[in-house]
């Protein structure tokens, strides 16, 4: 299958979305790294913002947890590297708030 061509206002219009949803998903981490907002409610978000962020972006964006405990813990739990969050199951969740308690 052929990718669309697209012209310079379909580029131009990707990008200004592309760059308003990673300004997104950085202030969602600042959030959390702040504390304001905790694990739990970040994943019982159901918009696109959240659940393309990889697992373990959210991970190290938790205070005192960095690349290496975010990825122990998320192979620990049975977490593949590449998951999104979009893609964690009920049981993977609920796993997951357990393991960070502090932050849920």
């Keep these: 299958m052929a990718l669309p061509t697209l012209t310079n206002d379909d580029r131009d219009a990707a990008r200004q979305k592309a760059i308003l949803a990673r300004r997104a998903r950085s202030a969602v981490r600042a959030s959390l790294k702040a504390g304001t907002v905790t694990l739990a409610q970040v994943l019982n978000r159901s918009d696109t913002i959240v659940g393309r962020m990889p ?12 690349q290496v405990r975010a990825t122990r813990s998320m192979s620990a739990l049975g977490i593949p ?3 999104r969050v979009q893609g964690l199951g009920p049981t993977q969740r609920a796993r997951l708030l357990e393991e960070f308690p502090d932050a849920a």
């Design 81 to 83: 590297e590449g998951r």
């Design 55 to 66: 697992v373990r972006q959210l991970l190290t964006a938790l205070p005192g947890i960095g």
